[in-house]
């Protein structure tokens, strides 16, 4: 693994943070690095990139140093074919990342499909992540998604999905407009900010290829909770969450010995963008620096 270039504060994402790029598993990966002190990693959702943390990356800057993260095959990372896009693949290659930016401990913010990344990348090395923070994350007690994921990756329908979707420019807007819980909330930057790597070829491969073992990865993740339960956790849901069923937040966070929930109230799917600011502080006080976790 080896990173391959450094290019400090691009124009559209504010003045101190650096765009790099690692090459792993033979491709480039991108990600963001922004502030000081112990790291913590952020891991976007199933259709997100980095992008999806603009307003979370300066302000966890300010105590923490900071990796957002483009998914391999999601952003502008590379698109391997063939990659396998199933959640234990996709934990341990974020655990290799976290070697090829020579991160030996650290925290983990994930969200969506991302949280289940970081509850699985825990459960493989529970040596290597102190503290869990996790929006809406998918979880093996929410039925939302599983016949929709059932119903793409079936073999006559994915490719048909995979030829349309890229054209069909209202899909991006109707689904945007689904995460928030009030859509005059949604930012003016976000629906044009999640089109940007549309144009990249392969965009919703990564996306198909998660369909395919989705009901297997919950069992997964089901089986490997016990090995993380004792990791400090903090839940942080939208109570019209159309995607991540907020009822399953409760049995989720049973799971753990040490774990607060927080339900932001008529938010959506997205609160680090919807209610960024409530969203920014509960995670930066669970993440303040701590001696004894250092």
Not at 105 to 127: I, Q
Request: hydrophobic share 45%; glycine share 10%; charged share 20%.
């Amino acid at each position: 693994m080896q990173i391959l270039d450094r290019v400090k504060r691009p124009s559209h994402l504010g003045p101190a943070i650096e765009e790099n790029w690692l090459r792993l598993d033979g491709a480039r990966v991108r990600y963001l690095r922004a502030g000081s002190g112990p790291p913590v990693l952020l891991v976007h959702g199933l259709l997100g990139y980095s992008f999806s943390w603009r307003f979370t990356v300066p302000a966890l800057a300010t105590q923490s140093t900071v990796y957002a993260i483009d998914m391999l095959g999601t952003g502008f990372s590379d698109r391997p074919t063939g990659q396998d896009c199933s959640l234990k693949a996709s934990a341990a290659r974020l655990l290799r990342f976290m070697d090829g930016v020579s991160i030996a401990t650290c925290d983990l913010l994930g969200t969506s499909h991302g949280g289940a990344v970081a509850m699985v990348a825990a459960a493989l090395a529970p040596g290597r992540i102190r503290r869990l923070a996790l929006a809406d994350p998918v979880n093996p007690w929410s039925a939302r998604g599983r016949i929709l994921t059932a119903f793409l990756s079936h073999p006559m329908v994915a490719p048909l999905f995979l030829g349309l979707a890229p054209r069909v420019r209202l899909l991006d807007q109707f689904y945007l407009r689904r995460m928030f819980g009030d859509p005059r909330r949604i930012p003016s930057d976000s629906l044009e900010g999640y089109r940007r790597p549309l144009g990249v070829p392969g965009c919703f491969n990564y996306g198909m290829g998660v369909a395919r073992s989705w009901n297997r990865d919950l069992r997964d993740l089901e089986m490997m909770l016990p090995g993380i339960a004792h990791i400090p956790t903090l839940l942080l849901w939208g109570s019209r969450d159309t995607a991540v069923d907020p009822a399953s937040a409760t049995r989720l966070q049973q799971n753990f010995k040490n774990c607060r929930l927080i339900m932001f109230d008529g938010v959506g799917h997205l609160p680090y963008e919807e209610v960024p600011e409530e969203f920014n502080s509960a995670v930066a006080e669970f993440l303040a620096p701590n001696p004894g976790l250092s």
